[in-house]
């Protein structure tokens, strides 16, 4: 089978190199009921290591996913372990405070530690490199920006450096370089992790969907149910999983939105001077190197928007490979993968108790794509909140907190644009027929006077989905690079059968069959 898409490089398919250059354990679908004293629901980055943490502590521990292990988004990430979020430290001396933005720093200066002490103890092959991180400006308006992030840097006394040039050639007015980063393969990391977990005596369930309910009983405990009837007893619960699982009245899908960013693995012709590098303005463009199979290949990622907005999402591979084309060269593209992040209303993370009403059950989340600091931040964290012990970043990250300055503007810009969304999916014209689809082509279609989904598969044959959320009744739209039905309201993805790829939603969408009715 051709493997390239229409650009003649591209893969057809997406597929994570992370992924595929990693060995994958599986484990068991949950079947009966379990006890524990800390529950972790969700099995990428931020469940294991909260988990790994947590069993360092003396608990003990199951992980429980609606997946597999590690095949949610920390399998897509690009793999930057850096305290340099974009422009977050001007924003953070506005709207927080010195302190707190000074805290933001510290926070994730010492996951950078916990990462590369925890590599050295374990001896873990994961390809962990320290690097210099630069964050540039490739035109006069970013240029202003990056000199307020550079007077934030200033103020708060962070070791940046201001570079006028940059070791890669690409149009640059100025940058910012953050000494002594890092780049890794996560899910070798992940794996290692996971290794250890399992002799230490924690339980991974994979395939496991938990509904929205969380029970206090009499003698303290919680009480977890599953899609299946069964039953996790536990003393605690925490929400690792890319949404939160149980929203206790917090109102999460008010405030947090879901973003899509794309990224390619080259190989290039032109000699790479090392380093990491991100511009700070739109369209993003991001880049660092791996090795794959014994040879440098470069990740150049970005072309991030709101997810389910209806557009041509495999021009947005197109656009990166057109810049890694016109800067590195290009030998071969080995793989093509997007991701999805959830972003706070004031770009800080959501880390502690889901709500004051239900001490017991943490959360963590929104992460605006720097999940792999702030995933080790969350394991630190909720592990000391679990056993009583004082952190200095709890009210930081608190999602209790609420930021007048960003927070009200973006809740009122934040929920328009979700009501927009519902109303012009609803009134939305359709003239397509099911009819009128090619091979491997998806689209909104009219089928039975009605909106539908359609997918034509490679043989020929018609997945048929109804398009309205199963979360809260939004339409979906077609992602073309993905061959998926994305929500623009608050991010849930199914695939072209309807089957639930990412929350918040947890029920299939109702696949429709022209010559059967509507089936689940």
Sequence with gaps: MNNTSRSGSLPKFPESMWSHTSSQSSFPTLNEDIQCDVAVIGGGITGIMTAYVL??????????????????TTSFTTAKITSQHGLIYSKLLSHFGKEAARLYYEANEEAIRFIAETIQKHHIECQFQREDAYLYADSEEQLEQLKQEWEAYRQLDLPGEW???????????????????????????LTALTSSIVEKGGRFYEHTTLEDYAEELDDGNLALKTADGHKITCQYAVSAAHFPFFDGGGLYFTRLHAE????????????????????????????????????????VGGESHRTGKNDCTIERYERLEQFARDTYGIEQIPYRWSTQDLITIDEVPYIGQVTSRHPKIYVATGFAKWGMTTSAVSAALITDLITGKENRYTELFTPSRF??????????????????????????????????????????????????GAYKDSTG???????????????????????SWDCPCHGSRFNYQGAVIEGPATEDLTRLNPHYG???
Aim: overall charge positive.
């Design 55 to 72: 069993l360092e502590a003396g608990r003990k521990v199951a992980i429980i996913d609606a997946g597999q292990i590690l095949q949610s």
């Design 260 to 299: 899509r960013s794309y990224a390619i693995a080259i190989k290039p012709t032109k000699p790479y001077p090392g380093g990491m590098y991100i511009n700070c303005g739109e369209p993003k463009r991001s880049v660092r190197s791996a090795m794959l199979d014994g040879s440098e290949v470069l990740i």
């Design 518 to 520: 509507a089936e689940k």
């Design 163 to 189: 570079v006028e040039d940059l070791p890669i050639q690409v149009e640059s007015k100025g940058a910012i370089v953050l000494r002594d980063q890092a780049r890794f393969h996560p899910l070798q990391y």
């Design 461 to 483: 044959v018609v997945h048929l989905v109804d398009t309205t959320c199963s979360h809260m009744g939004c339409e979906l739209n077609w992602n073309e690079a993905e061959r």
């Design 403 to 452: 930021k007048i300055n960003p927070s009200l503007k973006n809740i009122t810009v934040q929920n328009a644009e979700v009501a927009k969304e519902l109303i012009s999916g609803k009134i939305e014209a359709v003239h397509l027929k099911v009819e009128d689809l090619r091979t491997d082509q998806g689209s909104v279609v009219k089928y039975r006077g009605k909106r539908a």
